[in-house]
C-alpha cells in the first residue's frame, strides 16, 4: 500500500485521533483529584478574605490548618428550611464530599426558588442544604461566613458575606466565580468597592433584611446610608443581581432562619 494512498492517510489520523483521545482523558482523570483540592482551597482562601484575613500572608499549611482546627472554624451543614444543623444520619450526606452547586441541580437536593414579588437568584431551584462557616475566638462565634450567589449580566456570581456576631453587620464580601465584564461588572473583585460594604447594617432593629445596592452613590446623610451600597458605575445588573442576591440568602428561604437562631435573646 502506498505511504500517501487514502486508506493510509484515513488509518494515521485515526490512531492520532485514539491515542489523543486516551491522553487527553487519561490526564483528565489524572489531575482531578489535584483540582479539585485546588478547587477547595480557592474557596477556603476566600472564605478568610471575606473574614477580613490577610489570606497574602499566608502559607497554604497556614490555612489548612485553620480549617481542621474547630476552635477557629467550623464548617456546619444547614438545612435552610428550619436553619438548623443538619442530621448527617438521617439524609445520608457525607460533608466531605457535598456540592451545592451540584446539589441545586439535583431534584432530590433542592427546592424551587420563591421569588415572587421578591428578590431573584437568576435561577429556578436552589440547594436544600448549605455550608456555613462559624469562626470562633474564646469559643464564642466572631462572625458568619455564608456562601451566596445571584444572576449578573454574563454569568451566575460565587462569593461569600461575612457578618459580625451580631448577625446583622457585614465584615466583608468576596466573589471567587464570575464572568462579568472586566471594568464594569468585574467591578465587584475590586477592594476599594468591597471596602465600602464594611460596617454596613443587612438588617432593621426587628430582624428584617434591609440591605441594596443604589444606583449612583450613597448619601452619608440619608437615614438608610448605613444599609446601602454604592452602585457598580456601568453594571447596573450586576450591581441588582447581588443586591438581590444578599436580600435573597438573607431572608427566610435562605439563611434567615439560622441567623435568627443565632441572635442573642
Known amino acids: 500500500m502506498a505511504r500517501d494512498s487514502l486508506l493510509n492517510t484515513i488509518t494515521v489520523a485515526l490512531v492520532l485521533c485514539i491515542?489523543?483521545?486516551?491522553m487527553v482523558s487519561s490526564a483528565a482523570v489524572l489531575l482531578r483529584p489535584l483540582q479539585e483540592a485546588n478547587k477547595k482551597f480557592d474557596q477556603q482562601r476566600n472564605v478568610l478574605s471575606a473574614a477580613?484575613?490577610?489570606?497574602?500572608?499566608?502559607?497554604?499549611?497556614?490555612?489548612?490548618?485553620?480549617?481542621?482546627?474547630?476552635?477557629q472554624i467550623r464548617r456546619v451543614l444547614i438545612d435552610l428550611d428550619t436553619g438548623q444543623p443538619v442530621d448527617l444520619k438521617a439524609?445520608?450526606?457525607?460533608?466531605?464530599?457535598?456540592?451545592?452547586?451540584?446539589?441545586?441541580?439535583?431534584?432530590?437536593?433542592?427546592?424551587?426558588?420563591?421569588?415572587?414579588?421578591g428578590p431573584t437568584l437568576g435561577t429556578p431551584r436552589r440547594e436544600k442544604y448549605a455550608f456555613v462557616y462559624e469562626m470562633l475566638t474564646d469559643g464564642?462565634?466572631?462572625?458568619?461566613?455564608?456562601?451566596?450567589?445571584?444572576?449578573?449580566?454574563?454569568?451566575?456570581?460565587?462569593?461569600?458575606?461575612?457578618?459580625?456576631?451580631?448577625?446583622?453587620?457585614?465584615?466583608?464580601?468576596?466573589f471567587y466565580e464570575h464572568r462579568e465584564t472586566p471594568g464594569l461588572g468585574g467591578e465587584v473583585d475590586n477592594p476599594a468597592w468591597k471596602a465600602?460594604?464594611?460596617?454596613k447594617q443587612v438588617s432593621d432593629q426587628d430582624g428584617q433584611v434591609d440591605f441594596s445596592i443604589i444606583k449612583g452613590r450613597v448619601d452619608p446623610q440619608s437615614q438608610q446610608a448605613a444599609?446601602?451600597?454604592?452602585?457598580?458605575?456601568?453594571?447596573?445588573?450586576?450591581?441588582r443581581g447581588v443586591s438581590d442576591a444578599v436580600q435573597y440568602?438573607?431572608?427566610?428561604?435562605?439563611?434567615?432562619?439560622?441567623?435568627?437562631?443565632q441572635q442573642s435573646p
Do not use: N
Open 52 to 71: 477580613g484575613l490577610d489570606v497574602a500572608a499566608m502559607t497554604a499549611t497556614d490555612i489548612e490548618a485553620l480549617f481542621h482546627d474547630e476552635s
Open 19 to 22: 491515542v489523543c483521545s486516551v
Open 196 to 199: 465600602t460594604w464594611i460596617g
Open 91 to 117: 439524609t445520608e450526606i457525607d460533608p466531605a464530599s457535598y456540592d451545592a452547586k451540584q446539589a441545586a441541580k439535583s431534584p432530590e437536593l433542592s427546592q424551587p426558588v420563591q421569588a415572587a414579588g
Open 140 to 174: 464564642q462565634i466572631d462572625l458568619y461566613v455564608l456562601p451566596i450567589y445571584g444572576k449578573g449580566l454574563w454569568s451566575t456570581l460565587y462569593g461569600f458575606l461575612a457578618l459580625d456576631g451580631d448577625t446583622r453587620t457585614v465584615r466583608g464580601i468576596t
Open 249 to 261: 440568602w438573607l431572608g427566610a428561604d435562605g439563611f434567615g432562619k439560622y441567623l435568627q437562631q
Open 227 to 239: 444599609h446601602q451600597v454604592d452602585g457598580l458605575s456601568g453594571a447596573t445588573i450586576t450591581s
